[in-house]
């Protein structure tokens, strides 16, 4: 039987469990070394590296949220971006001035889950 108790042989694929996270945050740090825009052209591994710092400060990080790099999510014009999960919310153009309002966004998400 699956860890997410469903029954065997449910999906075409094999399950594991649902995210331990209430929030899994990811930053988008795909660099495209000049070819074009990419989020790495921005603050993106700032943003990434102090959306870390300011979850671990308020005691989220690991059981409730986690910050992830990642590839491209499709929206290099508009980077670096950031996107919550389960939430689908993205945030484009991010920069380091905004992460205390994507910080109180996910502190939101945790309360209401």
Known sequence: MPIDGGEAGAYPFPMTKLSPYKVHGFVCTNDRNGERR???DGDAVEV????K???KEKGL???HVRISSSGCLG???EGPNVVLYPSGRVFTETTINDVERIVDEIVAIVEKR
Request: charged residues 25%.
């Open 53 to 55: 710092k300011k979850i």
């Open 75 to 77: 929206l290099c014009s």
């Open 38 to 40: 990419s989020c790495a």
């Open 61 to 63: 990080w690991g059981d």
């Open 48 to 51: 990434r590296a102090l959306l």
